[in-house]
């Protein structure tokens, strides 16, 4: 492989991982919340999650078109 198509390559494996890191981070971290309190037996409020669960999509949408 030539050395402009490892360089390309490599760029468009950083941009990747940048585009799904957000919304992943949207999907994981109402799970770790939710769990969190399960553990400690506190009230979960349960907006948090569903804003976290309701911004994946528009998150994931706007991290395609800008990067």
């Known amino acids: 492989m030539s050395e402009k198509k490892m360089s390309y ?4 494996t950083r941009i990747l991982i940048l585009q799904s890191m957000p919304p992943l981070l949207l999907v994981v971290f109402p799970i770790i919340f939710a769990l969190t309190a399960v553990i400690t037996q506190v009230p979960l409020p349960y907006s948090i999650c569903f804003l976290c669960a309701t911004l994946h999509s528009p998150t994931h949408s706007i991290l395609l078109i800008a990067i």
Do not use: G, K, R
């Not at 390559?9 to 468009?12: G, H, I």
């Open 9 to 12: 390559n490599a760029s468009m």
